[in-house]
């Protein structure tokens, strides 16, 4: 188990991940194959989909308002993790190149082949600089499934991302813990239990959330030095 000796970027990214997945989203990275030895034509640092019949009632909360899942499609979101505020556009083959989004969605697999093109074609324009937050927000939506672009920095505050949908600082360390650390117990969710179930990869920042002393907030700093950034 990863314990000490991660990255910064390492670590947004897991928290990302470990966001997402206390709202109810599947997640893995993706890496697009390349024609040329040592290369690789791009890659998502998180791809994560949400079933439309996802629900936890022993834990007695419900997904984030900021994700604004709908109730009758499947969702599923392009997600680029970034450190700075200046770096926060996705990468620029998916910004360019349209056949790299087809190929992330038909390893999705929620479209056929010839929802595909069409579905790319519409998707790429929000992968793009500029692009207003109630449009990243709504997303696209084909055959049941809504499909959007989300930036997401965990060091960046409110303020750095007013003009566009991103990810930030105080909605991953809130969400998290609530979900994590309740005001009272709750009656059919302990929220006590061997920590390292949740795998290698999370239960380093499971553990940090899970023993932040009462009274104090979980904050990025502490979780840098919990988890020896460097």
């Known amino acids: 188990m990863k314990t000490e000796g991660w990255t910064k970027s390492e670590i947004h990214e897991a928290l990302v991940t470990l966001y997402l997945r206390l709202n109810g ?12 030895w040592g290369e690789n ?12 019949n996802h629900h936890q009632p022993d834990r007695g909360l419900e997904a984030s308002e900021f994700l604004s899942q709908g109730r009758n499609e499947v969702d599923l979101l392009f997600c680029e993790v970034k450190s700075l505020p200046t770096e926060l556009v996705f990468n620029k083959p998916l910004q360019t190149d349209v056949e790299a989004v087809r190929a992330i969605l038909r390893w999705a697999g929620v479209f056929r082949e010839d929802e595909v093109v069409a579905v790319a074609e519409r998707l790429q ?7 207003t937050i109630d449009t990243a927000r709504n997303g696209i939506v084909e055959n049941g499934c809504r499909v959007r672009a989300l930036l997401c920095c965990p060091s960046c505050s409110d303020d750095s991302c007013i003009d566009r949908w991103c990810l930030v600082n105080s909605e991953i360390f809130g969400f998290i813990a609530k979900c994590f650390v309740p005001s009272e117990p709750r009656g059919a969710c302990s929220t006590r239990y061997n920590f390292r179930q949740w795998g290698y990869a999370m239960s380093p920042l499971v553990q940090y959330f ?8 979980p ?3 502490d979780l840098y030095a919990h988890l020896g950034a460097r």
């Open 25 to 36: 989203y599947f997640t893995t990275g993706l890496i697009l194959h390349s024609p040329d």
């Open 41 to 52: 034509r791009t890659e998502l640092d998180c791809l994560a989909v949400r079933h439309p």
């Open 125 to 131: 324009p929000l992968l793009k600089e500029g692009v």
């Open 210 to 217: 899970k023993n932040v002393p009462f009274g104090k907030a």
């Open 219 to 221: 904050n990025l700093a």
